[in-house]
């Protein structure tokens, strides 16, 4: 069984940073389309920020200028830079991927255990 691994959350001052990191838990044949997601306390979850495969970029409105995605395809692994943060960006941060396992597998989404982020001073 495979897995999403997140990492780097935490509590961070106003306008601090942090870097988050997502990777497979084994060895796998390759990563599609990944994405960041984030549920507030109290909200519904909400779609960040995603990459495809050849690097092309999504983001929310509200993280525009301020976060940045990234991932290296050789080690299946992606990254969500986050910047200037505020007290809104405090959240429960997921991590989805659509992988696959082997070549020739067909491509199926994974999700994170997810990343606490405290913006708060």
């Known amino acids: 069984q495979v897995q999403l691994v997140e990492s780097g959350g935490g509590l961070v001052q106003p306008g601090g940073s942090l870097r988050l990191s997502c990777a497979a838990s084994?060895?796998?044949?390759?990563?599609?389309?990944m994405g960041w997601y984030r549920q507030p306390p109290g909200k519904q979850r909400e779609l960040v920020a995603v990459?495809?495969?050849?690097?092309?970029?999504s983001y929310a409105d509200s993280v525009k200028g301020r976060f940045t995605i990234s991932r290296d395809n050789a080690k299946n692994t992606g990254y969500l830079q986050m910047n200037s943060l505020t007290p809104e960006d405090t959240a429960v941060y997921y991590c989805?991927?659509?992988?696959?396992?082997?070549?020739?597998?067909?491509?199926?989404?994974?999700w994170g255990q997810g990343t606490q982020v405290t913006v708060s001073s």
């Open positions: 989805n991927a659509n992988m696959e396992l082997y070549m020739g597998a067909r491509g199926y989404d994974y």
């Open positions: 990459t495809t495969i050849g690097g092309r970029t």
């Open positions: 084994r060895d796998i044949f390759r990563i599609n389309a």
